[in-house]
T-cell receptor, first 112, second 111 residues
Framework: TQLLEQSPQFLSIQEGENLTVYCNSS?????LQWYRQEPGEGPVLLVT?????EVKKLKRLTFQFGDARKDSSLHITAAQPGDTGLYLC????????????FGQGTELSVKP | KAGVTQTPRYLIKTRGQQVTLSCSPI?????VSWYQQTPGQGLQFLFE???????NKGNFPGRFSGRQFSNSRSEMNVSTLELGDSALYLC??????????FGSGTRLTVV
């Protein structure tokens, strides 16, 4: 059974601080996706990484896929209150169609 | 373009009853997946349909079932509801496996 372990589970920081969220597995994934979810809504896709070692940037967010395609990280620079939410990593395999394996999520709170 | 639409948004049912949830995917998306989200277990995969065929199934009991219609709309059904079935049920649609668009979910409460 493939599992994704996400850490930390909870993060409370002040506006302007930097943070990193980790997503680790012992299994290889074809791709790793990061989502952000707000209360009462569905997750919204932020990025998909597919190549080992790949780095993608989305404004102040930097996503990295591990060389072995077993882990990923999300780094936020100068966090803002609008970044508050639940961040989820999810792995998929091309031979398993639409099945996503989700990490437990990181609840981020950015205080002004 | 219109997103993924799930109906109803909220539902309260009694133990032992059954419930049907509906999902309309983004136009052109043939893959529809369903997930259950609870505080304790997080997001767990229920099943996926592609061109009216179930392509993948998660580890849920047979009380959970689904189907997909020729227009890609999907329904999931839960029979003999239990208190533990209370959750946010999410539907996602996609063209491929590289990115999914989720609906806002149906919040099911079993009393």
């Amino acid at each position: 059974t493939q599992l994704l372990e996400q850490s930390p589970q909870f993060l409370s920081i002040q506006e302007g601080e930097n943070l990193t969220v980790y997503c680790n597995s012992s299994s290889v994934f074809s791709s790793l996706q990061w989502y952000r979810q707000e209360p009462g809504e569905g997750p919204v896709l932020l990025v998909t990484v597919v190549t080992g070692g790949e780095v993608k940037k989305l404004k102040r967010l930097t996503f990295q896929f591990g060389d072995a395609r077993k882990d990923s990280s999300l780094h936020i620079t100068a966090a803002q209150p609008g970044d508050t939410g639940l961040y989820l990593c999810a792995g998929s395999n091309d031979n398993q169609g639409g099945k996503l394996i989700f990490g437990q999520g990181t609840e981020l709170s950015v205080k002004p | 373009k219109a997103g993924v639409t799930q109906t109803p948004r909220y539902l309260i049912k009694t133990r032992g009853q059954q419930v049907t949830l509906s999902c309309s995917p983004i136009s052109g998306h043939r893959s529809v997946s369903w997930y259950q989200q609870t505080p304790g277990q997080g997001l767990q995969f229920l099943f996926e349909y592609f061109s009216e065929t179930q392509r993948n199934k998660g580890n849920f009991p047979g009380r959970f079932s689904g189907r997909q219609f020729s227009n890609s709309r999907s329904e999931m059904n839960v029979s003999t509801l239990e208190l533990g079935d209370s959750a946010l049920y999410l539907c996602a649609s996609s063209r491929d496996t590289r990115g999914y668009t989720f609906g806002s979910g149906t919040r099911l409460t079993v009393v």
